[in-house]
């Protein structure tokens, strides 16, 4: 059983800085790519960033530039950095981590969701 826990949410004005955090638990045999989605209201969730095992990142056009995904591999656990954060971008923010199996392809889990509201 692997659990995904999301921390750092919470309310920010627009142009401001947030940093959310991601651990990773459980029967974990290695990660491969860690990311972050949102889902904005009345949208479909989308992906922001993603980062591989070998650090390799790429971002939604939208972020780049803005937002910086990281990861600590001792820790399980991966980081998004966002910067001059817009109103349009309140959302739901979801880590998603591919979790690898003893045996067989790796597993994607997903965390909770952690609330950004951006306003002022």
């Known amino acids: 059983q692997v659990q995904l826990v999301e921390s750092g949410g919470g309310l920010v004005q627009p142009g401001g800085s947030l940093r959310l955090s991601c651990a990773a638990s459980g029967t974990i045999f290695g990660i491969a790519d860690m990311g972050w989605y949102r889902q904005i209201p009345g949208k479909e969730r989308e992906l922001v960033g993603a980062i591989r095992s070998d650090g390799s990142t790429k971002y939604a056009d939208s972020v780049k530039g803005r937002f910086t995904i990281s990861r600590d591999n001792a820790k399980s656990t991966v980081y998004l950095q966002m910067n001059s954060l817009k109103p349009g971008e309140t959302a739901v923010y979801y880590c998603?981590?591919?979790?690898?199996?003893?045996?067989?392809?790796?597993?994607?889990?997903w965390g909770q969701g952690t609330q950004v509201p951006v306003y002022s």
């Open positions: 998603n981590a591919a979790i690898r199996q003893l045996w067989g392809s790796p597993v994607q889990y």
